[in-house]
T-cell receptor, first 116, second 117 residues
């Protein structure tokens, strides 16, 4: 149990286009989902926290108009990178917190984004 | 603000031996959670072990155990009988208590562990 999927696992896009990444909790309901960014050989940096049915909370320095987050259901959160540029190329990881369980997060396998 | 420091960027250990990864953190909270995560080359984050600050007993999970020193704000991970499959990046992470935040994790920079045959 407690499986989180991400789709796509990798994507290549042209500069200026938008890319949507999906994060799904497959066998549990997730009231909160987190989006992280990880550069090569670096740690995970929290980008935003999304709660089902409400606006996401963005970390300082993360542009909310560039990284659109939607958490429309208890099993799905999406991250849309709008007008992507090469500097947005990175590994994006989501995690989900099971409803009723505060201190436990389950991670998706990540999405590698390459912007040409 | 909370910070997590891992002072060992890379470590190596011979198969079957024991290795200890260091982690220190800074917080003014009295209760919180600490974690060690493993990220193998597949990049899937895997929870290794979890410790609740109000519990004095060190957490253990099979070959993995922690040395939690609350006063020193230290949380080291000991891996016994190291196996080739333990080769990975290891991240120490901190989480505020319920009500203190939305429950996001604050990660250290990681330690790259290589287990040599």
């Amino acid at each position: 149990g407690a499986v989180v999927s991400q789709h796509p696992s990798w994507v290549i896009c042209k500069s200026g286009t938008s890319v949507k990444i999906e994060c799904r909790s497959l066998d549990f309901q997730a009231t909160t989902m987190f989006w992280y960014r990880q550069f090569p050989k670096q740690s995970l940096m929290l980008m935003a926290t999304s709660n089902e049915g409400s606006k996401a909370t963005y970390e300082q320095g993360v542009e909310k108009d560039k990284f659109l987050i939607n958490h429309a259901s208890l099993t799905l959160s999406t991250l849309t990178v709008t007008s992507a540029h090469p500097e947005d190329s990175s590994f994006y990881i989501c995690s989900a917190r099971r409803q009723g369980s505060y201190n436990e997060q389950f991670f998706g396998p990540g999405t590698r984004l390459t912007v040409l | 603000a909370q910070t997590v420091t891992q002072s060992q960027p890379e470590m190596s250990v011979q198969e079957a031996e024991t290795v200890t990864l260091s982690c220190t953190y800074d917080t003014s909270e009295n209760n919180y959670y600490l974690f060690w995560y493993k990220q193998p080359p597949s990049r899937q984050m895997i929870l290794v072990i979890r410790q609740e600050a109000y519990k004095q007993q060190n957490a253990t999970e099979n070959r993995f155990s922690v040395n939690f020193q609350k006063a020193a704000k230290s949380f080291s991970l000991k891996i016994s009988d190291s196996q080739l499959g333990d080769t990975a990046m290891y991240f120490c992470a901190f989480m505020k208590p319920y009500g203190g935040s939305q429950g996001n994790l604050i990660f250290g920079k990681g330690t790259k562990l290589s287990v040599k045959p």
